[in-house]
């Protein structure tokens, strides 16, 4: 008895490797994107963009042992534990791109901390030189646009592609109990 897998016994992995590998791709295309952004093009990250960055960080590195093990014909359990944690976590962040979309559009109000005027004014002998001090970007604002979509919007749309990918690699997973 052989501890390779079968043509047909590897099929769902080969398939659940090769998306894997394609979120893994897409997340740091787009993380790189967002840097290139920051820093190179001088626009700045508002809060709610810096925290939509935290779906990229996990999926980068959780999609690339994802597609390893599904290269090295790991096993079934963590193979679906994976997917189903990169299936939640880019669409949460689909969803939260949306959210901030919806906030720039003006559709509903976002954070205090990012879209309304500041409370503490702290020292007020020292209001001016704080005010001229801090650099507030407002997440109700857009920096950039591209089709009429901002970065936000541009987020949703690609944590959305990503939750259909891992989507896809639960299914392929499941579909014949790999």
Known sequence: MSDALSPTDRSPYAASSMLALAICVIALATIAGAWFFQLVLGIKPCPMCLEQRYAYYLAIPLAAVVALGAAKGAGRAPLVAGFA???CAT???AAFGVF???VEWGWWPGPTECTGSAVDFGDPGKLLE??????IVRCDEVQWRFL???LAG???LISALMAALSGLGLFALCRRGA
Not at 130 to 135: D, H, Q
């Open 148 to 150: 009429g979509l901002s």
């Open 100 to 102: 901030h979309a919806g």
């Open 85 to 87: 944690v990169l299936f």
């Open 130 to 135: 704080s005010l001229n001090a801090v650099k």
């Open 91 to 93: 669409l949460f962040n």
């Open 154 to 156: 541009y987020n949703a």
